[in-house]
Nanobody, 122 residues
Framework: VQLQASGGGLVQAGGSLRLTCAAS??????YGWFRQAPGKEREFVAT????????VYADSVKGRFTISRDNAKNTVSLEMNSLKPEDTAVYYC??????????????????WGQGTLVTVSS
């Protein structure tokens, strides 16, 4: 199983970026995005179930970010709008079979992409 994240870059505050995670191999119950800023712990951003019946966002991105999945292409995307400097981080996609209480925790995921850097300038 491999996860390949892409789409990061430099954007001005208020701008938009779209991250994509291409997954190869098996299908998992949940796919998520996490991020890690310099000197900080990895934090949850968003997750969705493959069935599409559960989507959760961190409060800090709710209303600005949208997670989606293309089952035919086996990709998971994160559309990020109204970006803020505090969104600057390395973004990681993840896949796993967490139970609901762990689907916003890194420990719930068994497979990780390599990360893609998002830098938001003020």
């Amino acid at each position: 199983v491999q996860l390949q994240a892409s789409g990061g870059g430099l954007v001005q505050a208020g701008g938009s970026l779209r991250l994509t995670c291409a997954a190869s191999g098996r299908t998992f119950r949940s796919y998520g995005w996490f991020r890690q800023a310099p000197g900080k712990e990895r934090e949850f951003v968003a997750t969705l179930r493959s069935t599409g019946n559960r989507i959760v966002y961190a409060d800090s991105v709710k209303g600005r970010f949208t997670i989606s999945r293309d089952n035919a292409k086996n990709t998971v995307s994160l559309e990020m709008n109204s970006l803020k400097p505090e969104d600057t981080a390395v973004y990681y996609c993840a896949a796993g079979n967490p139970i609901i209480i762990f689907d916003s925790a890194p420990e719930g995921y068994t497979h990780w992409g390599q990360g893609t850097l998002v830098t938001v300038s003020s």
